[in-house]
């Protein structure tokens, strides 16, 4: 059991956290930290330079060392720190170390060949693992899901149109058509048969949807065989066209990397030289994404500026920082520059609504997000810049055009909620939809109950998350690990709407909390919650999560109470020298269930915020 923090410790370790947070802005105004995924990034990387002709030995060898480094005792490669072993991640794992060549007979290729073999093999991996191995002949086309670059014609209001796909998935699956037409093959210099079983993957009787999709597949493979020329030939010029309109300056698409390394193959295999200025451009701007250290060479899958810059803003703010100090007006001023003040792929959806928002990387202006528009509302408003406001109303109205028709509030996009989506033979890894979700519709509510508490908007949003609270009392968390997440969200926002702290949805949550609190004072979930119940509201400690559910409760008025003084208590006597944390465990989200990230601004900004709630709530219940 901890001891209780004393005040002033509290104080203490707020303003070493606040000098370390400070001292990791950038001259231009942003902050960002290290947004760490899984080593198939770095297999992948390696993959596409392979595919493309342009891999080194240089690249090669730091990619290897950082993936080697990744490799646990039993073989095997995870998908987040302490998890179980991946099959998929494995195959690509080892593929890549092939690739530098590492003998299959040493002592790391051998148990991770076991482990893959023991999990199914090859056979039984995800389809995206197999596609990367059908482009080196290492797996048939035939027995892949077929996805016809006909599809890019659909209109809007057909089912399983372009827009239907969620915007990450959207932007992945229209450079895959391109591939799955030309089914290319570019032998590697080995074979994987020691990663096969010979044994076809079990498969689960295909019945309703499941069974028509899968019906409609071996359809399109037939179609495969004879496409009617002139068609495929304007699909797929379509298709392209579409992918090169949606590179962003930095050379990305979507700023994220399963599009970007798709669309830099499938503008390959249309004819495009790498010495052309769409495809130069891509290729270098994956070295802006690129970390090297002693460790190796890894890249990240996507950057988070806009996001760890408000989420720094509001924790300094928290904090007592006034809002005129020159490092948050000079991050306003930084922000106010990465206003989107174009149309994006969200106007197919909502054409007649005028753009205002932000998204979450350096350079991605067509897929700006609601959940980091809502956070810069809650920074900018607080800071003392003169030109803030009209960017605000801009964000507000484009905030509110973006609500869902049931209320609540998806990332990218509204009414993205066509499960049909879902059904398709290759969506077996990731979500590819977009659906309104807790943790968005909460910053939401909270960014506009400041602004409009008498909203038709809020009302309905406010609404949506007491229909959706969980039966336990918390709620689901879609971009954070996970009911903690997501109750951490949701609690601050219903009490910034009106919502009294003493009503029930506000008790079941603060009780669901205490419940769930680890003997060391602090609060962890793992990422196996999303597969396994089992695992709801448990794991080890870390700041983000702890600092997340003393955020719901000292808004739900628990100012003093022993699991808010427990919880403070493991946060001052965690904290190292330098002012920030550890935190070797991921707590934020990509897809539930399948991509998971440790943003490494986590680990300080919301214990910031947390503990400057905490230390303020008490100066101020210490007035006179």
Known sequence: ?????????????????????????????????????????????????????????????????????QQRDDGTW???????????????????????????????????????RDSGGIEASRVFTRIWLALFGQWSWHDLPVLPPEMIFLPPWFPLNVYDFACWARQTIVPLTVVSARRPSRPLPFGLAELRTGRPAPREPRTGWDGVFHALDRVLHQYERFPIPGVR?????????????????????????????????ALDLYGYRLDHPVMRKGLEGLDRFTIRDEQGRRLEACQSPVWDTVLAVNALLDAGMPGDHPALV??????????????????????????????????????PDIDDTAEVILALRRVKHPDVRPAIDRALRWVNGMASRDGGFGAFDADNT????????????????DPPTADVTAHVVEALAVEEPASDVVRRAVVWLLRHQEADGSWFGRWGANHVYGTGAVVPALI???VRPGAACVRRAVSWLEAHQNDDGGWGEDMRSYRDPAWIGRGKSTPSQTAWALLA??????????????????????????????????????FPG??????HLYRLVFPVSALGRYVRAGDEGASP
């Not at 606040?18 to 992948?44: F, I, R, S, Y």
């Open 418 to 433: 066509r499960e049909l989506c879902t059904r398709l033979p290759f969506c077996d890894f990731g979500a590819v939809i």
């Open 233 to 265: 030939r304007a699909a797929e010029r379509r298709a392209v066209e579409w992918i090169v309109t949606r590179q962003e300056l930095d050379g990305s698409w979507g700023g994220i990397q399963p599009p970007w390394v798709y669309s830099l193959i």
């Open 1 to 69: 059991m901890t001891t209780v923090a004393a005040p002033s410790s509290a104080s203490l370790a707020l303003d070493a956290a606040c000098d370390h947070l400070l001292g990791l802005q950038a001259p231009e105004g942003w902050w960002k930290a290290e947004l760490q995924t899984n080593v198939t990034m770095d297999a992948e990387d390696l993959l596409l330079r392979q595919f493309l002709g342009v891999r080194t030995e240089e690249d090669t060898a730091e990619a290897a060392r950082w993936i080697r480094s």
């Open 78 to 116: 995870a998908n987040f720190h302490d998890g179980p072993g991946d099959l998929s991640t494995t195959i690509e794992a080892y593929t890549a170390l092939r690739l530098a060549g590492d003998p299959v007979d040493a002592a790391h290729m051998r148990a991770a060949a076991g482990f893959v």
């Open 330 to 367: 000079n991050a306003a001023d930084w922000v106010l520059r990465e206003e989107i003040t174009g149309p994006g792929d969200w106007s197919v959806r909502r054409p007649s609504l005028a753009p205002g928002g932000w998204a979450f990387e350096f350079d991605n202006d067509i897929y």
């Open 496 to 498: 910034a709407a009106g």
């Open 594 to 599: 399948d991509f998971f990230i440790n943003y």
């Open 553 to 590: 409760l000292l808004a739900a008025g628990e100012i003093r109470s022993p699991a808010v003084e427990r919880g403070v208590a493991w946060l001052v006597g965690s904290q190292r020298p330098d002012g920030g944390w550890d935190e070797p465990y991921f707590t934020g989200t990509g």
